[in-house]
T-cell receptor, first 122, second 111 residues
Framework: DTAVSQTPKYLVTQMGNDKSIKCEQN?????MYWYKQDSKKFLKIMFS???????INETVPNRFSPKSPDKAHLNLHINSLELGDSAVYFC?????????????????????FGPGTRLTVT | EDQVTQSPEALRLQEGESSSLNCSYT??????LFWYRQDPGKGPEFLFT???AGEEKEKERLKATLTKKESFLHITAPKPEDSATYLC????????????FGKGTLLTVNP
């Protein structure tokens, strides 16, 4: 009954290859994220989807393309992998309402993370 | 741009030796400040949400507090199982609910 799950756990591949990481959440949340955690453990947001609509895209190379087939899934496809793509990638979900509230109450919404996918590009 | 600075980068304690971790932040219209725990090889685990100055939250040996500029995570009589990286994040008032994380504090508690 894992809340946020990712596959695979480890991914080793060569430069130039294309790979995908899958994420699923069973929390009933409408908003999902992809984060990258580098070798210095710094966690940085890449993308956010709210009910299958892209709402955050943080200056990520267009070799990275998120795909959300439904609100419980957010997959990450990476083309032409480079050495610098090696990192741990985390998926997360949050109970942010749809559509996101604009103005009004400033309710905070926590995020729940998956176990991570360690990507190694050789 | 929202910023989060955590200190110290690493902290080594003896079992039972209480201490505090610091999280300083600048954010446009704080919606919430979050504390997470991350164990090696695992994803961040949500601990607390704070959203108004003066607020305090407790969970077992952990207590989080919030001021207008910083948050503290107090660890009382820690045990070796409290060893982990503790991450602080802020969520600003924008409509995208983005979280900005600090670089974390690596806590090691020796028996």
């Amino acid at each position: 009954d894992t809340a946020v799950s990712q596959t695979p756990k480890y991914l080793v591949t060569q430069m130039g290859n294309d790979k995908s990481i899958k994420c699923e959440q069973n929390l009933g949340h409408d908003t999902m994220y992809w984060y990258k955690q580098d070798s210095k453990k710094f966690l940085k947001i890449m993308f956010s989807y709210n009910n299958k609509e892209l709402i955050i895209n943080e200056t990520v190379p267009n070799r990275f393309s998120p795909k959300s087939p439904d609100k419980a899934h957010l997959n990450l496809h990476i083309n032409s992998l480079e050495l610098g793509d090696s990192a741990v990638y985390f998926c997360a979900s949050s109970p942010i309402p749809v559509p996101p509230l604009r103005g009004g109450a400033r309710t905070p919404y926590e995020q729940y993370f998956g176990p991570g996918t360690r990507l190694t590009v050789t | 741009e929202d910023q989060v600075t955590q200190s110290p980068e690493a902290l080594r304690l003896q079992e039972g030796e209480s201490s505090s971790l610091n999280c300083s932040y600048t954010v446009s219209g704080l919606r919430g400040l979050f504390w997470y725990r991350q164990d090696p090889g695992k994803g961040p685990e949500f601990l607390f949400t704070l959203y108004s100055a003066g607020e305090e939250k407790e969970k077992e040996r952990l207590k989080a507090t919030l001021t207008k500029k910083e948050s503290f995570l107090h660890i009382t009589a820690p045990k070796p199982e409290d060893s982990a990286t503790y991450l602080c994040a802020v969520q600003g008032g924008g409509s995208n609910y983005k979280l900005t994380f600090g670089k974390g504090t690596l806590l090691t508690v020796n028996p």
